[in-house]
């Protein structure tokens, strides 16, 4: 094996790449799983899982890249089952109800799952050396999974939960800039 | 180096490869000869940095790398040793013996051996040593042997570590 340094370096580098690619696919892989169980339960399939799909891509991206972005990927997955399950119970008892009650049901259940993460998050994210870092990559993940229940309700509710989700963002701007120096 | 590497941070990469080459090639040019030693070192360094996302936070950088280039050294050995086992027809001259590479091989391994049992105390280089020829010193209750060999272990795994690890 006559490999030079440069060269064993470079392989080094892209082994090192792929391992950690190789890492995040198999990392991400419960958000397929996640989405695989919604569309089951809403008996729905094309939504969960395209948003599933959208998901998992993210996840993977940002473990591979790692730093504050990677460690935000498990809190946002754990955090958006907040918004998820409110978004999955409101589902089945907002159709019970009809017309404007279901749409405010639904609406109000995202909120309040999507300020529950979003709040959460900031937490979280406030004890990280890269608040911001942190906070925008969970948010982004914690969305994401609460949209995969939400999204079918429509419009308005997947709104209302990305507004509260991004309300976490006020005590993480508030903390930085309390410690800007 | 190798936390901030396994947490992404690209920034780590070349200094963790400038300590890293040196050490592995160092450690499986004492257990291997030259040209097979590189070889090892190599797919060591190679494992090492595909594995280096997995690397936990609070474990021994270099020690996780030493017992991976191990390993890298115990499958050459075994291959070499495989590779001697099959007859070879009409190589029946040679004896097996007189293979420069496995003397070279056999021959650094004592010194390697002999190296770290003269670091040791007299006392512990008898204890291996009855150790060895499975007896129990006179006078010796088992028990307190037991406890002898036990120290005696630890300090020749600490200096095969210190010479070895190092």
């Not at chain 1, 006559?2 to 064993?8: E, F, P, S």
């Not at chain 1, 391992?19 to 008996?43: E, N, T, Y």
């Not at chain 2, 495989?82 to 097996?96: A, F, K, L, N, Q």
């Amino acid at each position: 094996m006559g490999t030079d340094a440069d060269t064993l370096k470079q392989r080094a580098r892209r082994l090192y790449e792929l391992g950690r690619l190789r890492g995040a696919l198999g990392w991400s892989i419960p958000a397929l799983i996640l989405a695989a169980l919604v569309a089951l339960v809403v008996r729905q399939a094309s939504i969960p899982l395209a948003i599933g799909v959208t998901l998992y891509a993210a996840s993977v991206g940002l473990l591979w890249w790692g730093r504050a972005p990677g460690r935000g990927v498990l809190p946002g997955l754990v955090f958006g089952l907040v918004p998820l399950v409110a978004a999955l119970v409101a589902n089945f008892l907002g159709h019970a109800s009809t017309g404007s009650s279901c749409l405010q049901i639904c609406t109000f259940a995202c909120f309040g799952g999507g300020l529950v993460a979003g709040l959460l998050i900031a937490r979280v994210a406030v004890r990280s050396p890269n608040p911001l870092a942190l906070f925008l990559s969970a948010a982004s993940v914690a969305f994401l999974t609460g949209v995969i229940g939400g999204a079918c309700m429509g419009v308005y509710p997947v709104i209302g939960m990305a507004v509260a989700i991004a309300a976490g963002l006020l005590p993480v701007a508030l903390r930085s800039r309390l410690h800007a120096p | 180096m190798m936390v901030r590497l396994a947490d992404g941070d690209r920034s780590a990469f070349d200094g963790a490869y400038a300590l890293l080459w040196p050490a592995l090639l160092a450690f499986c040019k004492r257990t291997l000869v030259s040209s097979d030693a590189e070889d090892a070192a190599q797919l060591a360094l190679l494992k090492v940095f595909d594995r280096a996302s997995t690397f936990l936070r609070g474990k021994d950088a270099l020690t996780w790398a030493i017992t991976i280039a191990a390993w890298e050294v115990r499958t050459i050995r075994r291959r070499h040793s495989r590779s001697r086992s099959t007859p070879i027809e009409g190589d029946e001259h040679v004896s097996p013996a007189q293979d420069p590479e496995r003397i070279a091989t056999d021959h650094e391994l004592v010194e390697a051996a002999q190296a770290i049992l003269g670091s040791l105390s007299p006392d512990d280089r008898a204890t291996l040593a009855s150790t060895f020829a499975e007896e129990t010193p006179a006078g010796v209750s088992g028990a307190a042997f037991r406890k002898r060999r036990e120290r005696a272990m630890t300090r020749l795994k600490e200096a095969w570590r210190r010479i070895h690890g190092n």
